[in-house]
């Protein structure tokens, strides 16, 4: 388990955040109407800063159910940062009202800026085993079966795109039976990108280079063994060798993050759990990155990665 000053790094700018997440809800909130009917709106014992750095922490330790991470840690060894904690059974109650909160967070302040450099992959999310798939209730009409590399599997697609330094640039949700090449989806994941986008041959599409070159955008992939070979740049030769830096964000989201698992009760779990794995990622203090310098030589620019 990391530091407590680690915690106390990642409380100071969740808070900071919710400090100005509030500050606009007063500003965009309205009179209410009289006559209208009132609820009861009673506040926590904990604020909405510590739930949101609680859900985060829980990513970046070696729990592996959040359970017993609550439990053990929250509530034994981090008693004196968080003296007002809920039981645990309240707090995975009031978690998924943190959603809104949670998604703009990533946008504003975990996401990085394009460079013109960006790799884009997608991950396998199964919510099941194989052999379950006729027992599985918990996402039985949102899941679907799919086929990756490593074959077949049910649950849902994670769409990602990073930059050069190992910075999420933008993500998106599908089912597992969803292309990866498909126009709609592609479209609204590289809304803000610009440059060239490197990729695997699973992107091999001339109607999806055309859709993204139209938008001001250069789609890069290895062709198949029996297409003709085209024309490249050496500098796109060499940074398409470098495709592997977001295969290994994938692994570590995976693998260090959590951000896959079976134990899932219910969706809207599911998806803080994907949010919290994803702002936890944005705080790793290495993320696999490419050291790349342009050095002109006769006219001509080598990129050395």
Not at 67 to 85: E, S, T
Not at 214 to 220: E, R, S, Y
Not at 246 to 269: A, G, M, P, Y
Request: aromatic share 10%.
């Amino acid at each position: 388990m990391f530091s407590k000053d680690k915690v106390t790094e990642i409380f100071c700018t969740v808070d900071d955040f919710c400090k100005e997440f509030d500050l606009r809800i007063k500003e965009l909130k309205q009179v209410q109407v009289s006559g209208e009917k009132r609820y009861r709106n009673r506040c926590l014992s904990m604020s909405d800063s510590e739930i949101l750095t609680i859900l985060i922490c829980f990513h970046l330790g070696a729990h592996k159910t959040f359970k017993h991470y609550y439990q053990q840690i929250v509530q034994d060894h981090w008693a004196d940062l968080f003296p007002n904690n809920l039981s645990y059974n309240r707090f995975v109650e009031v978690q998924s009202r943190y959603f809104v909160v949670m998604a703009l967070f990533l946008k504003e302040k975990g996401l990085g800026k394009c460079t013109g450099i960006s790799f884009m992959d997608s991950t396998t999310l199964k919510v099941c085993r194989n052999q379950r798939i006729h027992n599985h209730k918990v996402f039985k009409t949102l899941a679907a079966r799919g086929k990756s590399s490593m074959g077949w599997f049910f649950g849902f697609k994670l769409h990602l795109v990073c930059n050069e330094k190992g910075e999420l640039l933008s993500f998106y949700l599908t089912k597992g039976n969803v292309d990866d090449r498909n126009p709609k989806h592609i479209k609204k994941l590289t809304e803000q990108l610009f440059g060239k986008i490197y990729a695997d041959k699973g992107y091999l599409s001339k109607a999806l280079w055309e859709m993204l070159f139209a938008d001001g955008m250069q789609l890069i992939t290895k062709v198949r063994k029996n297409m003709k070979g085209h024309i490249m740049e050496l500098k796109d030769k060499l940074l398409l060798r470098k495709r592997a830096i977001i295969e290994t964000i994938n692994d570590e989201l995976k693998n260090l993050c959590q951000i896959e698992h079976t134990r899932h009760r219910s969706v809207n779990n599911f998806i803080m759990n994907i949010l919290g794995a994803l702002i936890a990622y944005c705080f790793f203090p290495k993320k696999p990155s490419l050291n790349i310098e342009e050095v002109k030589v006769n006219q001509l620019s080598l990129t050395i990665a």
